[in-house]
């Protein structure tokens, strides 16, 4: 089993504990340790993310609300980065040593970043999954959703293997692990006009 794998079932477990709550407020029992404790608390908050944006969607949300919730999910969105950046830490630790090829290909993303595709995907497929089993739900809807579970199912194992050949090269040389850090401005108060221009 390959390391896409592993983060495949600790993301699933994450999105099987945050549904016993299912609550936004709820805290992460996170059994893990290392890398695979980052991956769960990534994934806990892509799903705290997930119910929040669904809160924010409501048609007849009172905008003090609706503000508040956006302000969360700005702030679980630097907390998402935050990690998608500490895990490409222990990438760049992980192949500190090899021998880079001269030829080496640069990937139009880095590992973490696929992984958090692969967390996203997680989330997609469960909630798929739930409306798949949904009662009182035209059989039409119930059978769009069915065919759009079977292509993410496809797209899940296809990002698996691409994660795992990806992750195969870099330890070989011929794909070159660099990262470019994400620089978010709008969060930044000394890079936001609107942040700095209010600062006493």
């Given amino acids: 089993m390959g390391l896409a794998e ?3 079932e600790i993301f699933n477990r994450s999105v099987a504990d945050y549904h016993i709550k299912d609550d936004i407020h709820a805290e992460e029992d996170n059994p893990y340790k290392g890398l695979e404790q980052i991956l769960y608390r990534k994934n806990w908050i892509d799903s705290v993310q997930w119910h929040l944006e669904d809160l924010i969607r409501d048609v007849n949300i009172e905008p003090v609300e609706a503000l508040a919730i956006k302000r969360q999910i700005d702030a679980l969105n630097q ?3 935050d990690l998608v950046e500490k895990i490409d830490d222990y990438f760049l630790d992980r192949f500190s040593s090899v021998k880079v090829l001269p030829n080496a290909r640069i990937n139009t993303e880095t590992p973490a970043w696929a992984l958090d ?3 996203i995907l997680s989330l997609k497929i469960y909630h798929m999954k739930q409306e798949t089993l ?4 035209a059989a039409t809807h119930i059978n769009q959703c069915r065919q759009k579970l079977s292509v993410l199912e496809e797209q899940q194992a296809d990002l698996c293997k691409a994660i795992n050949e ?3 090269d ?4 011929t794909v070159m692990m660099k990262v470019y850090r994400q620089m978010k401005m709008y969060n930044d108060e000394n890079l936001n006009p609107v942040l700095y221009q209010n600062k006493p």
């Fill in 79 to 81: 907390k998402r980065t």
């Fill in 170 to 173: 870099m330890e070989r040389g």
């Fill in 117 to 119: 595709r692969l967390s």
């Fill in 6 to 8: 592993t983060a495949w």
């Fill in 134 to 137: 949904r009662t009182g739900a």
């Fill in 166 to 168: 990806l992750l195969n």
